[in-house]
Structures are given as structure tokens and as C-alpha cells.
């Protein structure tokens, strides 16, 4: 069994930076699209970013566009969030998560078939 593990997250002042790591472990066969959704207390869980197996397509949230940038690493399986100027709003959980099979709809989660546990992300203002 696959499972991904996230880092990368903590405590961050608005404007400020952070990485975001996930790498999965485990039984190992190359997922397709990997990607980041996120959930804020009280709120629902929504798409971030998603990037194809080849690396060549990229999706993101209208919310974080031109802020953040997703990449997948040289080693298989692994996938990045670069999150710059970061907005208080920005603070939620994030979760990594990755497709066995071909996506279609990148930001739908139910495309998605493996999940990470999650990294907390904090903006103060």
C-alpha cells in the first residue's frame, strides 16, 4: 500500500514564504496527476493546485494564481507547493493527494484516489 507524507507547513507572517514537500512511501508505482487541495476550520475542502504526470500541465485555484506554483520533483512521486505572499486567508490544512489513473477534471477530488494526512499552513497578519 501507497500512502503520501506532507511537509513543509508552519507558521508564516502575511507576505512571507513556504514549501510545501510530498512524497509518497510505500508500494511504489508512478501515480499520474498529483496535486494540493486545502481546508480551512469551518470550510469546506477545496482545490489548490495539480500538476500532470509529465510535469507539462498545470492547474490552479483562480484564488492562487500567480502566487503559488506546483512542481513535481526528479524522484518519482514527489510533488512541491512554492507559496508565496501569503494572505491570511491562506491558512488551512493542506492536503497532498494523487491519482493511479488518467485525470480529467483536475480540481475535483474525486479524481484523486490517495491522500496524505495533511500539513497545518498559519498566515498572521
Known amino acids: 500500500q501507497v500512502h503520501l507524507v506532507e511537509s513543509g507547513g508552519g507558521l508564516v507572517q502575511a507576505g512571507g514564504s513556504l514549501r510545501l514537500s510530498c512524497a509518497a512511501a510505500?508500494?511504489?508505482?508512478?501515480?499520474?496527476?498529483m496535486g494540493w487541495f486545502r481546508q480551512a476550520p469551518g470550510k469546506e475542502r477545496e482545490f489548490v493546485a495539480a500538476i500532470s504526470r509529465s510535469g507539462t500541465t498545470t492547474n490552479y485555484a483562480d484564488s492562487v494564481k500567480g502566487r503559488f506554483t506546483i512542481s513535481r520533483g526528479y524522484v518519482q512521486n514527489t510533488v512541491y507547493l512554492q507559496m508565496n505572499s501569503l494572505k491570511p486567508e491562506d491558512t488551512a490544512v493542506y492536503y497532498c493527494?494523487?491519482?493511479?489513473?488518467?485525470?480529467?477534471?483536475?480540481?475535483?477530488?474525486?479524481?484523486?484516489?490517495?491522500w496524505g494526512q495533511g500539513t497545518q499552513v498559519t498566515v498572521s497578519y
Open positions: 493527494t494523487a491519482a493511479r489513473q488518467p485525470v480529467i477534471a483536475y480540481s475535483q477530488g474525486g479524481e484523486y484516489d490517495t
Open positions: 510505500g508500494r511504489t508505482f508512478i501515480f499520474d496527476a
